[in-house]
Nanobody
């Protein structure tokens, strides 16, 4: 069993920045990928950014150049640096981890990001 704890959400003005963090804990696992998803009210959950164990990254088109995902393999943590935030970035952001070998998927509890003046 893997537990995920997220932090770093909040209220920010348009053009501002936030940094989300996700920490994974448990026993006897290694991580294949870590990702951030988001879900706005009335919309489907969508992937925002993903990073593999090898450091390969991919981003939703609308956040490219503004968001940066990173991870620390030794500490089982991932972060999402969000710059130039827009009102349309408002959503609950979820950390997702896929475990190596079994490819089991785990989710964090979500953290609210609100971009508003």
């Amino acid at each position: 069993q893997v537990q995920l704890v997220e932090s770093g959400g909040g209220l920010v003005q348009p053009g501002g920045s936030l940094r989300l963090s996700c920490a994974a804990s448990g026993r006897g696992f290694s991580i294949y990928s870590m990702a951030w998803y988001r879900q706005a009210p009335g919309k489907r959950r969508e992937v925002v950014a993903i990073i593999t164990s090898g450091g390969n990254t991919d981003y939703k088109n609308s956040v490219k150049g503004r968001f940066t995902i990173s991870r620390d393999n030794a500490k089982y943590t991932a972060s999402l640096q969000m710059n130039s935030l827009r009102p349309e970035d408002t959503a609950v952001y979820y950390c997702n981890v896929v475990i190596a070998i079994t490819y089991e998927s785990y989710w964090g509890q979500g953290t609210q990001v609100t971009v508003s003046s």
